[in-house]
């Protein structure tokens, strides 16, 4: 008789199956935590070269000299009496968050109309904005140059909302109506029979259970502006250029004057605060819309 190798118990299997799972999570936070801790490190460290950074934090070499480079350098080109640092900062902050507010608005209410409406010219408008999405925004870049330089809108980063949100505005309006889609019509129904309008019905009823689908939509347009490089390095001077092109500068080394890689550290964990709070603020929103609003019966 052949003698039959012992089962490794249930038990002893899942015991084997966490203990990879944690060895992994762990392998997975450091791969992602050692970076950020040592720019976070690099950031408070004396002079403007990597080189000089050492492995492990040094007390000696601290120093808040990189910081107090942002919010007290102003060059030549400065505009009023704001360093370089914070007048990009609130240039790009201001076109981000008007960026957010139009394409947020406009495609809540295009996908609101395409999800409960039929009118004509419905399905020509959506295939529309289907063939749109095939080709990438910065094929226009000629295009888009010529028309800034006949209307005199370059160097202003506020114009560049109108090419952000006619890049996002055609994916968030097939997402918004898919997410609207999933929402009974029933809801609809109920709140006109008691005497709700199209407008009350969609702010007081639909809204709320949108707002996981608002909340995504607002992020993306949010990070879209924050972090371009390529159509404000095309179209702006020093004047009124971005963080991203004002960062980016800090990297150059043909830039001798302003090359610092430590300053660039510090910004880059600046600019990241903004996002940080984004991402946290609209988190709230999801998990609201997931439980508000229902459809009884």
């Known amino acids: 008789m052949t003698k039959t190798q012992p089962r490794a118990m249930p038990g002893t299997r899942n015991v084997v199956a966490q203990i990879f799972l944690y060895l992994w999570l762990i392998v997975a936070c450091l791969v992602t935590l050692v970076p950020l801790a040592w720019m976070i490190w690099a950031s408070f460290s004396k002079g403007k070269l990597v080189t000089g950074v050492s492995l492990w934090p040094k007390i000696e070499n601290f120093s808040w000299e990189h910081y107090q480079y942002l919010f007290t350098y102003a060059s030549t080109q400065k505009v009023g009496d704001m360093p370089d640092f914070v007048a990009a900062f609130g240039r790009t902050l201001f076109v981000a968050l008007l960026n957010t507010v139009v394409v ?3 495609s809540v209410m295009f996908g609101y109309a395409v999800s409960r409406f039929k ?8 295939y529309a904005l289907l063939v749109l999405q095939l080709f990438p925004a910065f094929m226009g870049m000629v295009a888009i140059q010529m ?6 809108w370059l160097k202003n980063a506020n114009y560049f909302v109108l090419v952000y949100a006619a890049g996002m505005i055609p994916l968030n309006v097939f997402m918004f109506r898919g997410f609207m889609s999933s929402i ?3 809801l609809d129904e109920a709140a006109m029979i008691d005497g709700a309008s199209r407008t009350a019905t969609f702010i007081k009823i639909l809204l709320p259970v949108t707002l996981p689908m608002v909340g995504f939509m607002a992020v993306n347009a949010f990070m879209a502006p924050w ?7 095309q179209f702006l001077d020093k004047k009124s250029e971005t963080l991203a092109v004002l960062l980016y500068r ?6 001798t004057l302003t090359y610092s890689p430590l300053n660039f550290m510090a910004g880059g964990l600046i600019v990241g605060i903004p ?11 999801v998990v609201y819309g997931l439980t ?3 459809d009884k019966g």
């Open 275 to 285: 996002i940080m709070l984004v991402q946290f603020y609209m988190q709230r929103f």
């Open 104 to 106: 947020v608005a406009l």
């Open 147 to 152: 028309i800034f330089r006949d209307f005199d």
């Open 292 to 294: 508000a609003g229902a």
């Open 119 to 126: 009118f004509h010219g419905k399905k020509f408008v959506m």
């Open 184 to 186: 009974p019509i029933s």
């Open 227 to 233: 972090m371009d490089f390529i159509l404000p390095s």
């Open 250 to 255: 800090w990297t150059d080394k043909f830039t």
